[in-house]
T-cell receptor, first 114, second 113 residues
Framework: DVKVTQSSRYLVKRTGEKVFLECVQDMDHENMFWYRQDPGLGLRLIYFSYDVKMKEKGDIPEGYSVSREKKERFSLILESASTNQTSMYLC?????????????FGPGTRLTVL | GENVEQHPSTLSVQEGDSAVIKCTYSDSASNYFPWYKQELGKRPQLIIDIRSNVGEKKDQRIAVTLNKTAKHFSLHITETQPEDSAVYFCAAAKGTSYGKLTFGQGTILTVHP
């Protein structure tokens, strides 16, 4: 069974703090994604990675960076958190050699920036 | 880049009625169109998908139709049940995009018993 986990379900941080969100998958997935989910805006892609140390910007990368040092782990970094980054963050991954692009999501991290 | 528009944003139906959610996309090169369901407090999960070489696909009470010419696709749920209440997202992708999906804004479906 595919399993994608995220380091925290809820997180509260202060403006200006550096924030790390971590995503881990246990099925040798190659492609991993970070989204933020806001009501009325759907899921918007922040960054994705198609291999270790490889990353590409998504649609809303400003204020974020990512790290993928190991295949199973994809981290989202908020260099200096701001209140407009309060949101639900979802990680997803795609197993290798899949016919379709089905993404398997983690449970999400609800981040509040005060 | 790709842009996906989804309507309506909210949909309320009585149990047993049908529900239809519509999406349009902008990039004619997109060839994969999945639908995800997200129940309250849970992660999105794929419920059905369609590729551009097919016009319609059905799985029990849910079906998806695709009109490539008009660049729109729809989700149809028949005989709705309270457990169908959730947020539904459409998405679009191209085959060369590393699996990258562009999502619609989501539809909150409420099925009243």
């Amino acid at each position: 069974d595919v399993k994608v986990t995220q380091s925290s379900r809820y997180l509260v941080k202060r403006t200006g703090e550096k924030v790390f969100l971590e995503c881990v998958q246990d099925m040798d997935h190659e492609n991993m994604f970070w989204y933020r989910q806001d009501p009325g805006l759907g899921l918007r892609l922040i960054y994705f990675s198609y291999d270790v140390k490889m990353k590409e910007k998504g649609d809303i990368p400003e204020g974020y960076s990512v790290s993928r040092e190991k295949k199973e782990r994809f981290s989202l970094i908020l260099e200096s958190a701001s209140t407009n980054q309060t949101s639900m963050y979802l990680c997803a991954s795609i197993p290798p050699r899949r016919y379709n692009n089905e993404q398997f999501f983690g449970p999400g991290t609800r981040l509040t920036v005060l | 880049g790709e842009n996906v528009e989804q309507h309506p944003s909210t949909l309320s139906v009585q149990e047993g009625d049908s529900a239809v959610i519509k999406c349009t996309y902008s990039d004619s090169a997109s060839n994969y169109f999945p639908w995800y369901k997200q129940e309250l407090g849970k992660r999105p999960q794929l419920i059905i998908d369609i590729r551009s070489n097919v016009g319609e696909k059905k799985d029990q009470r849910i079906a998806v139709t695709l009109n490539k010419t008009a660049k729109h696709f729809s989700l149809h749920i028949t005989e709705t049940q309270p457990e169908d209440s959730a947020v539904y997202f459409c998405a679009a992708a191209k085959g060369t995009s590393y699996g990258k999906l562009t999502f619609g804004q989501g539809t909150i479906l409420t099925v009243h018993p």
